[in-house]
């Protein structure tokens, strides 16, 4: 993977954004921050790798930019979370998610475990709660993952959730899944593949067998 900063830099950079949103005079932010970094940068540079060849390459190579807002959301998540299994400053961890929701109106929390293969996609207004997730998982804009009585969704490898779909509570969500734009779906369990249309009492399944998140990888 190539990148658009150096390791040091990026750090750096990174260091700075944190200052700029948060001037609270905190000293070891930068410190902080290289501890995860390499873990982070291991995990993006997977996920790019996996990602449709159309999304993320440039003359035949696979790029790390820190100015693409997509993969800057996926990065600060990652971040975040791999600072945290490293015992590191939970404080820090806290602002990387808190620079994410601003920069890019995500709301996915930094203990939230997700897959090693997932993407985000222009998610403005998308909200990730504590959910199982699985490898292949592509979310859009304004979606939400939610609990319903502290009970989160399950979902199967190969799970894509449209512009405003919403998925709350204890619902099992199959392999080769489609979440249509739009729908609601409540406690309800989702046959694999299929894709869910409707909301609430009014979704449908309807058997698919060309999921579309695998337009967004190379599998």
């Known amino acids: 993977m190539k990148t658009t900063l150096t390791e040091p830099a990026l750090g750096s950079y990174l260091a700075k954004q944190l ?64 600072l945290a299994r490293a015992g590191g400053s939970a404080e820090v961890a806290t602002k990387l998610y808190l620079l994410n929701k601003a920069l890019h109106g995500i709301d996915v929390f930094y203990e939230v475990r997700l897959p090693r293969y997932f993407l985000f996609m222009h998610p403005l207004g998308t909200v990730l709660g504590r959910a199982n997730y699985a490898d292949y998982f592509v979310v859009l804009q304004n979606c939400t993952v939610g609990n319903v009585g502290g009970q989160y969704p399950s979902f199967g490898k190969g799970v894509m959730i449209c512009a405003g779909a919403s998925i709350l509570g ?50």
């Open 170 to 219: 204890p619902a099992i969500v199959g392999e080769d899944v489609t979440i249509g734009a739009g729908s609601l779906i409540v406690n309800t369990d989702v046959p694999a593949r299929s894709t869910a249309v409707g909301r609430g009492k009014e979704i449908r399944f309807i058997s698919s067998e060309t999921p579309l998140w695998r337009r967004y990888f190379r599998v």
């Open 19 to 82: 200052d700029h949103f948060f001037p609270d005079g905190a000293t070891t932010v930068e410190h902080e921050i290289l501890k995860a970094l390499p873990l982070a940068l291991e995990r993006m540079s997977a996920i790019l790798h996996e990602a449709a060849p159309r999304l993320f390459e440039r003359e035949g190579a696979v790029w790390f930019n820190h100015l693409h807002s997509d993969q800057w959301a996926m990065f600060l998540y990652l971040l975040g979370h791999e």
